[in-house]
């Protein structure tokens, strides 16, 4: 069963970055996509981007388009966010996902990481 290890997240002011890291256990996971989500406190999960792990292509949730950017490294089977000019409002649980086959959803699913960005 294949693991997802989320690093990363904090405390940060408004206009601060930072960077979280979602790490695969299993060096063979090759899986058509990688995500991020989050989670605000009485709030749905949402989806916020994602990658193609093979072709990297990436899409952005209209909200963190221009200040967050996913990237991945297919040797350490990481897929990172890196987040800037946070804002309050994207204070939330994040969590990584991975979808193993090009369709049927998100399968694997990391643990959440707190965010917080105070104003």
């Known amino acids: 069963q294949v693991q997802l290890v989320v690093t990363g997240g904090g405390l940060v002011q408004a206009g601060g970055s930072l960077r979280l890291s979602c790490a695969a256990s299993?060096?063979?996971?090759?899986?058509?996509?990688m995500a991020w989500f989050r989670q605000a406190p009485g709030k749905e999960r949402q989806f916020v981007v994602r990658?193609?792990?093979?072709?990297?292509?990436?899409y952005y949730a209209d909200s963190v388009k221009g200040r967050f950017t996913i990237s991945r490294d297919i040797t350490k089977n990481t897929v990172y966010l890196q987040m800037n000019s946070l804002k309050p409002e994207d204070t939330a649980v994040y969590f990584c996902?991975?979808?193993?086959?090009?369709?049927?959803?998100?399968?694997?699913w990391g643990q959440g990481t707190q965010v917080t960005v105070s104003s």
């Open positions: 299993e060096r063979t996971f090759s899986p058509s996509f």
């Open positions: 996902a991975a979808q193993s086959r090009p369709s049927g959803g998100y399968d694997y």
């Open positions: 990658i193609n792990w093979s072709s990297s292509i990436t």
